[in-house]
């Protein structure tokens, strides 16, 4: 059984950074698709990045580019998220998300990942 806990959390101003931490056990973590989503109140998931695997590239969704970095360390068995420039829309639960190994174009659909986090929330505001 896989289990997830996110960490890191927390109220910034806007222009701030944050960097989000999850703690993977279970499972074997490197044949893993990991990823990032968030939900904001009355919105749907949002995709925020993923990875297949350590050496592929990561794929952001577009409302966070070039302002977050996701990594991963397979010692520790942990996922990361690198957030900078931080805006009010980012405010939202940030949520770790494992499966199987994906295809590409399954990396930005919640419904394809078969582990989730309790969630972690993130608040920018002056």
């Known amino acids: 059984q896989v289990q997830l806990s996110e960490s890191g959390g927390g109220l910034v101003p806007p222009g701030g950074s944050l960097r989000l931490s999850c703690q993977v056990s279970?499972?074997?973590?490197?044949?893993?698709?990991m990823a990032w989503f968030r939900q904001a109140p009355g919105k749907e998931r949002e995709f925020v990045a993923s990875n297949r695997r350590v050496g592929e590239g990561t794929y952001y969704g577009d409302a966070v580019k070039g302002r977050f970095t996701m990594s991963r360390d397979s010692a520790e068995g942990a996922v990361y998220l690198q957030m900078n420039s931080l805006r009010p829309e980012d405010t939202a639960v940030y949520y770790c998300a494992a499966a199987p190994r994906l295809i590409i174009s399954a990396l930005g659909l919640p419904h394809m990942y078969h582990y989730w986090g309790r969630g972690t929330q993130v608040s920018v505001s002056s």
């Open positions: 279970g499972g074997t973590f490197k044949t893993y698709t």
